[in-house]
């Protein structure tokens, strides 16, 4: 019998499991004895959080990096083949957005393995439900480029297709590189477009606003330092 | 005080409330007197369901729809202004994704009323995540045309994106169209295009597969037909 590759979620903030995980995808989690993790340390510290049903020492944990080949995931998804589940997770959120998990769960696919996603928290999400912006049509956009001219150009390319097309424009930034981005952001674009910065998302210091540009230019704005961040933008829409 | 407007996750399958409602959103969900929702009805079926503490006529549903104005909105919300808290909640899923409800949280944002919002099931995001696709870079473009020629065109061009960006692109149906929406996207991308078809996600029968374009053509596909589904297809990247 085939199992099934659960893509299981893990905090993002530093609140308790009761506000982000439902009580049957803890229980699944529990049960899993070979886990695929983007960080094994990690991982180590989920199994411990959730109260695994298996000696921490008993459970198998691949780590996922830049250099795993297809052919090492087809190995470690192979007990799945053999009627094992196998548990995905990210080192933060949703595993498989915004993150390389999508490579394990592809091939999975490819081999017939049974897919199941479990809700859990994803601060791309989350701050696009607490943006207000538009919610019908939105991009994400993942790490905007580091050169301070690439980024100018993107930044501007992206509002001039938000304003085309009403498309809300995610994106996110190493925690310390945030100040850089939110500073190109306010430099760059039209002063009435909306600019929402989404902060420490399910954490005790949780901080979402939504203002024009106009009006963050003249807002203490270093709550962000340091803090994982998503930023979101919307064009007034020219039909 | 001010208070704060709770984005609540409501169902989207038929799956019991442990499958995706974390359990401090559902003690929140219990407490709130003043609910926005996108049908009233829907929203009484929820409060029974979850249990709420006030008894059913004594909590305050408003129903947004097309025509609800900006003044309504605010007024609605201005029970928060005095210490209420207020629940949004959609039809299905996360409120302020692919719903009308990002109106209601861009006024409140506006009038400085705190956003709390709940992780929940989003169909959008499960089938991201179980499809495999880029996470990394992803676009909803919401309902596609329905005139056959512009929604030629629109797949068209959303694929051209996707190849050159490494784009994954997200659609959603009205149920009774997906074996038409299923079928241009078959007439009209590339043979090696990935495409995932996720139908009733959450629910008993949550089917989910990642095929090529040319080993869908050769698939019996009729388990979309009227189910809600979501598509999502990425091109071969070209560098």
């Not at 420490?200 to 979402?208: G, L, N, R, V």
């Not at 106009?214 to 998503?230: A, E, G, N, R």
Request: aromatic share 10%.
């Amino acid at each position: 019998m085939i199992a099934t590759l659960h893509l299981i979620p893990v905090r993002i903030g530093d609140s308790n499991m009761g506000f982000w995980m439902p009580e049957e995808a803890l229980k699944q989690a529990r049960k899993i004895e070979v886990y695929i993790a983007e960080n094994a340390k990690a991982a180590r510290s989920f199994l411990k959080d959730i109260g695994s049903e298996h000696q921490l020492g008993n459970i198998t944990i691949y780590q996922l990096s830049n250099n795993t080949t297809k052919y090492q995931i087809t190995e470690w998804l192979s007990c799945a083949k053999e009627g094992k589940d196998v548990g995905l997770i990210s080192e933060s959120g949703c595993p498989a957005i915004a993150d390389p998990g999508s490579n394990v769960v592809l091939i999975a696919q490819s081999i017939g393995i049974k897919i199941k996603p479990w809700t859990g928290p994803s601060s791309i999400f989350l701050s696009l439900m607490a943006s207000g912006l538009n919610g019908q049509n939105f991009t994400f956009r993942g790490y905007p480029p580091i050169k301070p001219y690439d980024l100018k150009k993107k930044i501007i390319s992206w509002e001039k297709e938000s304003k085309n097309t009403n498309q809300t424009q995610i994106m996110i930034e190493t925690p310390y590189r945030n100040m850089r981005l939110f500073k190109s952001i306010l430099d760059n674009l039209n002063q009435d477009t909306l600019l929402c910065v989404a902060s420490s998302i399910t954490s005790e210091c949780e901080y979402i606003e939504t203002l024009s540009i106009l009006k963050w230019k003249s807002k203490k704005s270093d709550f962000m330092h340091k803090k994982p961040t998503i930023f979101l933008f919307l064009a007034k829409f020219i039909k």
